[in-house]
């Protein structure tokens, strides 16, 4: 049975036009010829006179829409009486407006449309007026959407709220955008120098619309041996003990506790006194803190030091008071770190009888130390001594530790530009110190946040580490009040058959992707969605309606339709050289600031988490191919092997490859990249009835067969008898196919990655599919 078609082109173009502040915009359609529509008023003018090929082609990671021109009738009367469409252009601009361009299908015998099919959609980007001749035309250009080129990380400049006092060494540094979970940032300090409580900027924000989650975030900073370590601000002190007894000033040129194990960021200490009656005190108090060898309790060196005039407690003293607290601020900040062991202490100069005393406490034990004023090394720094003898060994002072204390805000509060970026915050707030005492500035001093989460949405909600939910969050526009969705994105496509087994394990063939990055430098949303898909195997789709979507490569997929030989018009085959070809990699994910760089790394300022070289024997499947490929191509090494994002394979199932422990996210990249590059690139190109195939789209699975295409040796391509079954004997009979086509070929799998609609005016429409041949299948796990 034949079946006769019937097929409507439609364009659909907008034009805007700006008057008194506002911009309206109108919406024509143009048909390539008279329709009657049943379904909408909306009136089709018949004046299209040709269309370009609408092509939607993938890239490397990101896609290409080919579009080339569209013409219509301009001649006077073509659009009303006595007008043409360019009258309108008078006063309206198609200019960089939108044009989405449809087919129509409909029985032979009909011209009623009662749906539409979108091929493709893009803008005008200028258009051409052919005056003269028998047939006037007007010609319009038209070029894909292009993938926004929208700055996402905000740059520091005293024109923004809350950074009007920021250093010149700050001003144009980017503020970075964190994605993912368990990061570490480098903040940029945005307080004027010498602030005593500094404030950092530590993430970019989208005004009201994203915002960083800071609810885990821990400081840290660098030990004695150059490294970071997070500041737990946790050593036991003694102040609250009970009180033992009073130590004079001037028992020793000086005296020092040990402290218990911890670390913490101090701007200070305070000391528990005791007034002994002197009304005007003439001395001069000296704080320490000694770092000292565990091992031999030899003191290496003062760390900290800060002093005080005793004056300041001259009512305290003359009343004797007891107790009272002694808040002495260090001359600059200082981390203890808890690899190393350190006590606290005083010496004094100027002391006068009845001038106050420090209390102590024999509730907890700690190694003391003195420092002699007899002693011949004192003037060279080598006076602390271990006390072996009661009771500077047998108790301790009674003192507490004054530390930096952090205060995360996720968004400032009106601190967005006209781009609508803002940033998220951390203050360093030094507790209290007395009269006369002022804290030391952190300005040189290196501060991380560690643990960090990334952006979620404005308010509360999920971390945003899925790919879908990443690009179409941050392919939001502003419009100078609000982000608002430019419906750019479908996050909805492949989610249920792909992304749902990859983030809940649904499967044993598949990984998670759940995204970590940091991005430091100026970027903007193409970098940042091209360096998603690097890092996640992921490749970037495009509908027919002009959305794009993510496709995670490396997932087994149900084959979306099996095309015959007889619906195939072969244009090509092509098998690519080894330049492709990749068959070794070595992997290093997890930027961090908080790993040392290795020896092959280089002495940069930070190294990677995971490093693995996969040239050994790998998975299976994976296995196989590589070693295929070696023995034919030789070694072929990744030649990017430095991956700023990076999947997190904390979710998805846990069997396929390798573990799913963090230091494993190399792996998920190495074994996709190695199956899916491990041969030559094979590629094919055919065209299929649109009527049978307008469905498909770009990364469906396919299997199709055609004689044209390679098959295995020994192959017949022509037609071959059909046969009959009479009664249990089986024969050929020519003729016996009841009219189907039993050519025979090999059947291959294919992953579309091209979709062309021709739409020639004088035939119905076709489709040019330009395919991924996956002749690694089925060791490739797509």
């Known amino acids: 049975m034949t079946i006769e078609l019937n097929y409507f082109y439609r364009v659909d173009i907008t034009v805007a036009q700006y008057d008194a502040g506002t911009t309206s915009t109108k919406t024509y359609s143009f048909t390539n010829k008279v329709l009657k529509d049943s379904t909408s008023l909306t009136t089709y003018w018949p004046i299209l006179q040709s269309v370009g090929e609408v092509g939607l082609i993938a890239g490397e990671t990101l896609p290409t829409i080919s579009l080339s021109s569209i013409q219509i009738d301009n001649?006077?009367?073509?659009?009303?009486?006595?007008?043409?469409?360019?009258?309108?252009?008078?006063?309206?601009?198609?200019?960089?407006?939108?044009?989405?361009?449809?087919?129509?299908?409909?029985?032979?015998?009909?011209?009623?449309?009662?749906?539409?099919?979108?091929?493709?959609?893009?803008?005008?980007?200028?258009?051409?007026?052919?005056?003269?001749?028998?047939?006037?035309?007007?010609?319009?250009?038209?070029?894909?959407?292009?993938?926004?080129?929208?700055?996402?990380?905000?740059?520091?400049?005293?024109?923004?709220?809350?950074?009007?006092?920021?250093?010149?060494?700050?001003l144009g540094r980017a503020v970075p955008l964190l994605i993912g979970d368990t990061l570490d940032v480098l903040p940029v300090r945005i307080s004027a120098d010498g602030a005593e409580n500094p404030r950092y900027a530590i993430g970019t924000c989208l005004y009201q619309h994203v915002e960083n989650d800071t609810s885990t975030a821990k400081i840290y900073c660098k030990n004695e041996l150059d490294f970071w370590e997070v500041a737990n601000n946790n050593f036991t002190t003694t102040i609250g003990n009970t009180k033992t007894g009073d130590y004079a000033l001037n028992r020793y040129a000086g005296q020092a506790w040990g402290l218990t194990a911890g670390s913490g960021l101090l701007c200070g200490i305070k000391f528990r006194a005791v007034g002994k009656g002197l009304a005007s005190s003439t001395a001069r108090l000296t704080v320490f803190v000694l770092r000292y060898n565990s091992t031999t309790l030899q003191v290496i060196?003062?760390?900290?030091?800060?002093?005080?005039?005793?004056?300041?407690?001259?009512?305290?003293?003359?009343?004797?008071?007891?107790?009272f607290d002694l808040s002495i601020a260090f001359d600059t900040p200082v981390y203890l770190s808890a690899e190393e062991s350190y006590a606290v202490g005083w010496s004094v100069t100027g002391y006068q009888v009845n001038d106050l005393a420090i209390s102590y406490s024999n509730s907890t034990t700690t190694a003391g130390f003195f420092k002699d004023s007899t002693t011949v090394n004192e003037s060279a720094g080598h006076a602390w001594k271990y006390s072996i003898a009661a009771p500077y060994n047998s108790g301790t002072i009674r003192y507490d530790l004054l530390y930096y204390e952090s205060t995360f805000t996720k968004t400032e509060a009106n601190a967005f530009t006209?781009?609508?970026?803002?940033?998220?915050?951390?203050?360093?707030?030094?507790?209290?110190?007395?009269?006369?005492?002022?804290?030391?500035?952190?300005?040189?001093?290196?501060?991380?946040?560690?643990?960090?989460?990334?952006?979620?949405?404005?308010?509360?909600?999920?971390?945003?580490?899925?790919?879908?939910?990443?690009v179409t969050y941050l392919n939001y526009q502003f419009n100078g009040v609000s982000w608002s969705d430019a419906s750019y994105w479908d996050d909805t496509t492949l989610s249920s058959s792909h992304y749902e087994y990859l983030y809940n394990g649904a499967t044993p063939t598949v990984r998670s992707r759940v995204v970590k990055a940091i991005f430091e430098s100026r970027v903007t949303f193409s970098e940042v969605l091209s360096e998603i898909c690097k890092g996640t195997a992921s490749k970037v789709g495009i509908l027919p309606n002009g959305k794009s979507f993510m496709y995670p490569f490396g997932m087994t997929e149900a084959v979306a339709v099996d095309i015959p030989p007889s619906d195939i018009t072969a244009l090509n085959w092509v098998v690519g050289d080894i330049s492709t070809v990749i068959n070794r990699?070595?992997?290093?994910?997890?930027?961090?600031?908080?790993?040392?760089?290795?020896?092959?790394?280089?002495?940069?300022?930070a190294g990677f988490q995971y490093t693995t070289d996969y040239s050994a024997v790998n998975e299976t499947k994976v296995a196989e191919i590589t070693a295929k490929s070696r023995a034919l191509y030789g070694n072929k090494e990744l030649e990017d092997t430095e991956f700023l994002v990076y999947p997190n394979p904390s979710g998805g199932a846990a069997a396929y490859l390798c573990s799913t422990t963090t230091g494993k996210a190399g792996s998920i990249l190495a074994e996709y990249y190695l199956t899916r590059f491990g041969l030559p690139i094979t590629k094919c190109s055919f065209v299929v009835p649109f009527n049978r195939y307008s469905d498909l789209t770009m990364f469906?699975?396919?299997?199709?067969?055609?004689?044209?295409?390679p098959a295995y040796y020994g192959t017949d391509p022509n037609a071959r008898d059909g046969v009959v079954d009479v009664g249990g004997s089986v024969s050929s009979v020519s003729g016996a196919d009841y009219g189907y086509e039993t050519v025979r070929a090999q059947t291959y799998r294919g992953l579309i990655e091209g979709v062309t609609t021709i739409l020639a005016m004088e035939h119905a429409p076709a489709i040019k599919l330009d395919v991924l041949v996956l002749l690694n299948y089925p060791n490739d796990p797509t």
Do not use: C
Request: no cysteine; charged share 15%.
């Open 585 to 605: 990699a070595v992997i290093k994910t997890g930027f961090s600031y908080l790993k040392a760089p290795k020896t092959f790394e280089g002495q940069g300022d």
């Open 75 to 170: 001649s006077i009367g073509s659009f009303g009486a006595n007008r043409k469409f360019s009258d309108v252009l008078e006063r309206y601009t198609p200019i960089e407006q939108s044009v989405i361009i449809y087919v129509g299908q409909v029985s032979n015998d009909s011209d009623t449309v009662t749906s539409w099919t979108a091929t493709g959609q893009g803008v005008i980007s200028d258009y051409e007026h052919a005056a003269q001749g028998e047939s006037p035309s007007l010609t319009f250009n038209i070029r894909p959407l292009r993938y926004s080129e929208t700055v996402l990380t905000l740059e520091v400049s005293r024109s923004v709220s809350g950074m009007s006092n920021a250093p010149d060494s700050s």
């Open 418 to 470: 006209q781009t609508g970026l803002g940033y998220s915050s951390l203050q360093l707030t030094g507790q209290a110190v007395d009269s006369g005492q002022a804290i030391a500035p952190l300005d040189n001093f290196p501060i991380l946040i560690g643990n960090m989460k990334g952006l979620t949405p404005y308010g509360g909600g999920a971390l945003l580490e899925r790919p879908q939910s990443i």
């Open 301 to 323: 060196e003062e760390v900290a030091t800060g002093t005080a005039s005793l004056s300041t407690y001259n009512t305290q003293n003359a009343a004797s008071t007891d107790p």
């Open 700 to 709: 469906d699975v396919i299997t199709f067969s055609s004689p044209s295409f």
